[in-house]
C-alpha cells in the first residue's frame, strides 16, 4: 500500500466504530447479533471478529489458522457475498454500514461461523489420484512448457470452499452428494490436462461426479480470492471433452470405424474403507479458535 493510500486510510478508519450482524447459533436456529467495534488502519474483517472474541463474547465460533489468505479457513459471508474475512477490509465498506457476517449457506452449521465442510473432503476422496506413465529411457518426464502452464493456474487453489458455497446447484439444490462442485472439477481438469496422466476420469465426471449440473453461471469464478478461471479455463473445456466423447454422434461413428486414437485407462471410483465423519456424527462441537 501506497504512504498516500495508508494515510487516507488512518484518517478514515482511526478511532471510529463499526457495527457488525454477527450470526450467533447452531444447527438447531439461531440468530443476527449486534456488536460494535473500534476499527484501526488496516483492519479486517477477520479482526473484528476476533476484537468481539476478545472483549464481548468469547464464546463466539470461528474458524481460522493464517490469517494471510493462505490457508481459505475464515471463509464466511459478509453482506451475503461469500468472502475469506481475513482479506475483507472493513474500510471496504461506507461509514455506518453495518457489516453482517453469516456462515457459509450451503454447509450444515457447526456453531456460529463455523460450518461442517466434510462433504468436500468426502468428494476428494472419489477422485482417482494422479496416474503418470513410465518414465523415459533416460529415467526422466518431458512435457512441453505450454501444457504445465495450462494446468499450474488450477493448483493455486487453496481450498476455501467459496466456490462450492456460491454454487447454486449446492447452495439452492442441494446436490452436494451428486455434484463434485467447481473446486473438485478443476482438479479432474487438472488431471486430464496434465500430460502425463494416464487415467481416464471423463465417464465418472458424467455419471458419477455430476458434471452436467454445472451450467456455466461463472459464479464460483467471482468468488475465488486466488483469482483462478474455474469456468472459463476449466469446466467449460471439461464439459466440451465429455460432450465430444460421448454425445458427439460424428466421433462415435469415426472411433466405430477407425478404432481411433489410443486412448487413455479408463478410471474407476476408489472404494472408501473409511469414510471421513462429518461433525454431527462427532461428539466434538466445533475445532473454534
Known amino acids: 500500500m501506497s504512504d498516500s493510500k495508508l494515510a487516507l486510510e488512518t484518517s478514515e478508519t482511526s478511532g471510529k466504530k463499526a457495527s457488525l450482524e454477527v450470526y450467533r ?70 461509514e455506518g454500514e453495518t457489516i453482517t457476517v453469516t456462515p457459509m449457506k450451503s454447509f450444515p452449521i457447526i456453531k456460529d461461523l463455523v460450518t461442517d465442510v466434510s462433504q468436500n473432503f468426502r468428494t476428494a476422496r472419489k477422485i482417482p489420484a494422479f496416474a503418470p506413465k513410465p518414465k523415459d529411457a533416460d529415467g526422466s518426464w518431458r512435457m512441453q512448457q505450454e501444457d504445465i502452464e495450462r494446468i499450474q493456474e488450477f493448483r493455486k487453489c487453496i481450498e476455501c470452499f467459496l466456490c462450492q458455497d456460491t454454487c447454486h446447484v449446492i447452495r439452492d439444490h442441494d446436490k452436494g452428494a451428486e455434484f463434485a462442485g467447481p473446486r473438485f472439477l478443476i482438479a479432474l481438469a487438472g488431471l486430464d490436462m496434465h500430460p502425463l496422466d494416464t487415467l481416464d476420469r471423463r465417464e465418472l465426471m458424467k455419471d458419477e461426479l455430476g458434471i452436467g449440473y454445472c451450467n456455466i453461471t461463472r459464479c464460483c469464478t467471482e468468488v475465488c480470492p486466488e483469482h483462478i478461471n474455474i469456468t472459463d479455463n476449466g469446466i467449460i473445456p471439461m464439459k466440451e471433452r465429455v460432450a465430444d466423447d460421448y454425445f458427439d454422434p460424428l466421433r462415435w461413428a469415426i472411433r466405430k470405424v477407425t478404432g481411433g486414437p489410443e486412448k487413455k485407462t479408463r478410471a474407476h471410483l476408489p472404494v472408501l474403507k473409511e469414510p471421513i465423519p462429518s461433525a454431527s456424527d462427532s461428539d466434538q462441537k466445533s475445532p473454534t479458535k
Open 25 to 94: 447459533g447452531d444447527k438447531d436456529g439461531g440468530e443476527l447479533k449486534k456488536y460494535d467495534v473500534d476499527t484501526y488502519p488496516g483492519m479486517v474483517v477477520l479482526d473484528a471478529i476476533h476484537d468481539i472474541q476478545a472483549k464481548q463474547e468469547p464464546s463466539l465460533g470461528v474458524r481460522w489458522n493464517c490469517k494471510a489468505g493462505r490457508c481459505g479457513s475464515c471463509s464466511a459471508e459478509i453482506n451475503g457475498k461469500p468472502k475469506l474475512m481475513c482479506m475483507t477490509r472493513m474500510s471496504a465498506y461506507p
